[in-house]
């Protein structure tokens, strides 16, 4: 059965703090990673999909990497508006579904 | 706008009480979905379309039924609504299923309470 855990389960960052999130993730084949971002009382809204390890996507202050374990959302010098909760994904090869992480809920504070 | 959208935003409904989520998308995307969100437990999916007349189960598909007549419309049914049916429910749209398609577009939610 794939499984995705990621941590912190929340983190909280002063403004220009850079840090990283992890995905640690099990499946049969990896197919693709996916990332997405997640406002209050919003849907998730896709960011990144990486489908082999050594593979890095980059989009404004984030960069998502992956290896054969983990992926890493690393973020650099954040902003307020960077708060969210940043979900992980795969997706195993044979197979359709889409198995999502709990998510990690990140606060950036000015 | 295009994208998902879905109906209604809230909903409180009385324990054995049936109700339909709606959800429709204006790209004309092949594969479709409902998930649904629980703190802890993150997205289980429900659900799910490949295509118009074409439905199959996801991880947690009791209590619910969907049909797809169309390519945009993919409504979930709640037979006999029981509280651990409280949850935020998500449908999702996207070109197709294999990685390079399955970039989901979420719509906006349904947060369901079932007394």
């Known amino acids: 059965e794939d499984q995705v855990t990621q941590s912190p389960e929340a983190l909280r960052l002063q403004e220009g703090e850079s840090s990283s999130l992890n995905c640690s993730y099990t499946v049969s084949g990896l197919r693709g990673l996916f990332w997405y971002r997640q406002d209050p009382g919003k849907g998730p809204e896709f960011l990144f999909t990486?489908?082999?390890a050594g593979e890095e996507k980059e989009k404004e202050r984030l960069k998502a990497t992956l290896t054969k374990k983990e992926s890493f959302l690393h973020i650099t010098a954040p902003k307020p508006e960077d708060s969210a909760t940043y979900l992980c994904a795969v997706q195993a090869w044979g197979y359709q579904k889409v198995t999502f992480g709990t998510g990690t809920k990140l606060q950036v504070i000015p | 706008n295009a994208g998902v959208t879905q109906t209604p935003k809230f909903q409180v409904l009385k324990t054995g009480q049936s109700m339909t989520l709606q959800c429709a998308q204006d790209?004309?995307?092949?594969?479709m979905s409902w998930y649904r969100q629980d703190p802890g437990m993150g997205l289980r999916l429900i659900h799910y379309?490949?295509?118009?007349?074409?439905?199959d189960q996801g991880e947690v598909p009791n209590g619910y039924n969907v049909s797809r007549s169309t390519t945009e419309d993919f409504p979930l049914r709640l037979l006999s609504a029981a509280p651990s049916q409280t949850s935020v429910y998500f449908c999702?749209?996207?070109?197709?299923?294999?990685?390079?398609?399955?970039?989901?577009?979420f719509g906006s939610g349904t947060r369901l309470t079932v007394v």
């Open positions: 790209m004309n995307h092949e594969y």
């Open positions: 379309s490949v295509g118009a007349g074409i439905t």
């Open positions: 990486l489908y082999s």
């Open positions: 999702a749209s996207s070109r197709g299923q294999g990685a390079t398609k399955v970039r989901y577009t």
